[in-house]
Each structure stands twice: as structure tokens, then as C-alpha cells.
């Protein structure tokens, strides 16, 4: 399983860009990079997913280097509403070879002030 | 488009108890399903997943069963609860082909008491 390292937690303030990177150095050639948030008591949501170099979304940007070691997630302008915690997955899926994509660690807690 | 119900949102149970939540989905057929469970503030564990009618792959060893009686429902159940069991139960669903992201419910609260 291609194991995935993310910061804690981060600080940001409303109307600033944030980017949370993902380090996942074994990351295998089938697998995919994918970005879910989680309020509290809900379920995770899914953002963003990725292969290689850069996807965009209307709520996100994913960026990815050619050796795909590692991810940043982008989020434009945030507000109060974008405190949540940040997960980032790495793998093929179940009938692949690496499940990692089904592995959640415990995220970025992300907390925008005003 | 797809949706997906889990209930009930908040349940307490006694120690000894059995254990029922169900989960279905709607809007696509032959989906995978998965049952996760998040104790407080940790992450996310995968307690099953289910590829068909049937299926049912266990990640972890616990009190804990699992099953998938129709196409897009699955079930989480146990005979005799556990204090251990206390948690965030979460379904969710993703397609079947290839590499999909994952689609949660809103969860279950359960405590034992």
C-alpha cells in the first residue's frame, strides 16, 4: 500500500489560498490520487482526484510533479466554511493491487479565521 | 443521480445487545459497498467491502458481520455488542470499474452503554 504523510493541522484566514501536500513516495504506477473533506459528524466528501500533472475543479486544484511522489491540494480563497479535516488516498481500488485508496489516515485539520 | 441512506443517524445501545444498521443506495446498479468505522478523532477504518450480492471481504478481525442481501443494500450487524464498538459508523458506495472515489453517507453515532 502506498503509504500517504500530511501535515496535522494548518492555519489559514479567510480570502487566502490554501495548499496542503501529500508525500506519498511509493506510490504505485496504477495508482490514483484522491482528496476527500470531512465535517465534523458527517461523512467525508469527495474533492479532487488525479493521475499525473494538474486537475482542476470548481471547488479545487490538484497538483501533481512527474515523479508523483507527492500531491497539493489547492483550495482558492477559503472561507470559515472550509474548516474541516482533508484526506489525502493513494491507490488502484479493489481490484487492483493496492488498496490504498480505502486507507484513511487522520488528515489535516484545517482551520481558517477570520 | 446517486444517492445514499444510512440509518439510523443516532443510536444508543446497551452492552449485550444486537446490532443492525442498514445502507442503501440508489441511482446505479451493482456498486461496490463499504462499511467504515471512525472513533473519535482518528481516522477512518474499513471494516468491509462488498463487490456483489453476497460478497462480503472482511478487513479486520472484530465483533462485527456484514452483508449485502440485495444489490444495493448492505447491513452491519452483530449478535452481542461490545463497549469497544462504540463509534462513527459510515457506508459508502463507488462504482464498479476501474479506479472510483468513494460516496458517504451521513453515518451512524453509536455509543454503548
Known amino acids: 500500500l502506498a503509504k500517504t504523510t500530511q501535515p496535522i493541522s494548518m492555519d489559514s484566514y479567510e480570502g487566502q489560498e490554501v495548499n496542503i501536500t501529500c508525500s506519498h513516495n511509493n506510490i504505485a504506477t496504477n495508482d490514483y490520487i484522491t482528496w476527500y473533506q470531512q465535517f465534523p459528524s458527517q461523512g467525508p466528501r469527495f474533492i479532487i482526484q488525479?493521475?499525473?500533472t494538474k486537475v482542476t475543479n470548481e471547488v479545487a486544484s490538484l497538483f501533481i510533479p512527474a515523479d508523483r511522489k507527492s500531491s497539493t491540494l489547492s483550495l482558492p480563497r477559503v472561507s470559515l466554511s472550509d474548516t474541516a479535516v482533508y484526506y489525502c488516498?493513494?491507490?488502484?481500488?479493489?481490484?487492483?493491487?493496492?488498496?490504498?485508496?480505502?486507507?484513511f489516515g487522520k488528515g489535516t485539520k484545517l482551520s481558517v479565521k477570520p | 443521480s446517486q444517492t445514499i441512506h444510512q440509518w439510523p443517524a443516532t443510536l444508543v445501545q446497551p452492552v449485550g445487545s444486537p446490532l443492525s444498521l442498514e445502507c442503501t443506495v440508489e441511482?446505479?446498479?451493482?456498486?461496490?459497498l463499504y462499511w467504515y468505522r471512525q472513533a473519535a478523532g482518528r481516522g477512518l477504518q474499513l471494516l468491509f467491502y462488498?463487490?456483489?450480492?453476497?460478497?462480503i471481504s472482511s478487513e479486520v478481525p472484530q465483533n462485527l458481520s456484514a452483508s449485502r442481501p440485495q444489490d444495493r443494500q448492505f447491513i452491519l450487524s452483530s449478535k452481542k455488542l461490545l463497549l469497544s464498538d462504540s463509534g462513527f459508523y459510515l457506508c459508502?458506495?463507488?462504482?464498479?470499474?476501474?479506479?472510483?472515489?468513494?460516496?458517504f453517507g451521513d453515518g451512524t453515532r453509536l455509543s454503548i452503554l
Open positions: 488516498l493513494v491507490g488502484e481500488g479493489i481490484y487492483g493491487g493496492s488498496q490504498g485508496n480505502l486507507i
Open positions: 488525479g493521475y499525473k
Open positions: 459508502a458506495w463507488s462504482f464498479s470499474q476501474g479506479n472510483q472515489p468513494q460516496h
Open positions: 441511482g446505479t446498479s451493482n456498486p461496490n
Open positions: 462488498s463487490v456483489g450480492i453476497g460478497q
